[in-house]
């Protein structure tokens, strides 16, 4: 513990300003034509002042043109180095307008010398790690005060108005910096998050897909596998057309079943009660509903549908000749539908087609159950097998 205090503070010194403190923010037309117009009046200014007092004529003109460019194109090393975190060109960069400043002080080119001072201070307090940009902005103030030749009080509201400024300028960089990298972290959770919510309505389309499919076939499955049966055991045209007839049944419903998918995705479906009704009437099921009935969510509806029709697509498969009630009991804030099955041994048909189809029903209902937070309990009890649905609702 006690070293945290000292490594914090080190990296406070030793750290460089973040590079989206550093990046050129993104303007608009007009800032950026502003932006342009005032580097070129500044430029003007200089280039005029340097120019306009007239020690500078004859030889001496083309050693003040080398002079302003030398400056600027040090002042734009010194922008792209520091931005790539470069100490070693940095301060080469830095050291070199040190002597520009001076040098062109001395040969009459007052403004531009300032210019070079100022600008100097300023961006080292901004773009260099503290712990180099204290000294380097005391050296450039340093260089300003011993050969600017101004006045004690000049110098010190100079000193103190360049330090201040590049002080406040370093504060927004930062502040900038950071506001920068939230929004990046915020944009890609946005991202992540529609990215999750995609595969999330992906795997809910998948699931409901299947769902049907695998009812809708596996219930078809049940009869062709049993009019096959009948013809290869002798069976009367009238036994094996009603096979034919339920299967072509289970392809109309499962159909109607796709429809009702669909519907289901947009929101659109029958109540969970009204389903229930027409399942059990359709299979010769007893059906009991306790409790007060209620509007159930989309997701709570769909699982109590998707695992009544696997339960009794089993039932047929397993104990067709066997008795199959179903209970939708309404708790106070859960759902249970009990799907209870006895007696009834395996016929012929039901013994071979046990094996049909893939044996992922219930267990694809228990992991819709569970994403929902409720649970699915499938077994045999009491000589016979009992599939228990519970959600919220």
Not at 26 to 49: D, I, K, N, Q
Not at 207 to 232: F, G, K, N, T, Y
Request: net charge positive; hydrophobic share 50%.
């Amino acid at each position: 513990m006690l070293l945290e205090g000292p490594l914090v503070s080190l990296d406070t010194w030793t750290r460089w300003p973040s590079r989206e403190a550093l990046a050129r923010e993104e303007r608009s037309r007009p800032g950026a034509v502003l932006s342009y117009a005032g580097r070129l009046a500044l430029l003007l200014a200089v280039t005029l002042g340097t120019f306009g007092s007239g020690r500078f004529t004859g030889w001496a003109v083309p050693l003040a043109v080398l002079g302003l460019a030398a400056t600027g194109a040090l002042f734009q090393l010194l922008f792209r180095v520091s931005g790539r975190h470069r100490l070693g060109w940095t301060l080469a960069s830095m050291g070199l307008l040190l002597v520009i400043a001076p040098v062109a002080h001395y040969l009459g080119a007052t403004l531009l010398a300032s210019a070079t001072w100022c600008w100097l201070a300023v961006i080292v307090l901004v773009r260099l790690p503290l712990l180099v940009a204290l000294p380097s902005c005391a050296a450039t103030l340093t260089s300003y005060a011993v050969f600017s030749g101004d006045g004690v009080l000049g110098v010190s509201a100079t000193v103190v108005g360049l330090s201040l400024l590049g002080y406040l300028l370093r504060l927004d960089a930062e502040a900038r910096g950071t506001a920068r990298r939230l929004l990046q972290q915020e944009r890609a959770a946005r991202a992540a998050e529609a990215e999750s919510a995609a595969l999330a309505e992906r795997a809910r389309i998948a699931r409901e897909i299947h769902d049907v499919l695998a009812h809708s076939l596996s219930a078809q499955l049940v009869h062709l596998e049993a009019a096959r049966l009948m013809l290869d055991g002798g069976a009367t045209r009238e036994q094996v057309r009603e096979r034919v007839v339920a299967a072509r049944r289970m392809a109309q419903e499962g159909l109607v079943e796709t429809r009702q998918a669909l519907s289901a995705l947009r929101g659109e479906f029958t109540a969970v009660g009204e389903f229930l009704v027409e399942l059990t009437q359709r299979e010769r099921i007893a059906l009991t509903v306790s409790g007060t009935p209620r509007p159930l969510a989309a997701e709570a509806g769909l699982a109590v549908r998707r695992t009544a029709q696997e339960a009794v697509t089993n039932v047929r498969k397993h104990a067709a000749r066997g008795t199959c009630t179903m209970e939708l009991r309404y708790l106070e804030e859960a759902v249970e539908l009990e799907v209870r099955n006895s007696g009834g041994a395996p016929d012929e048909v039901s013994a071979v087609l046990a094996d049909s189809g893939s044996g992922y029903g219930l267990l694809g209902m228990r992991e819709r159950a569970e994403l929902l937070g409720g649970s699915l309990q499938a077994g045999p009890e009491q000589g016979g097998w009992l599939v228990l649905l519970r959600v919220p609702a």
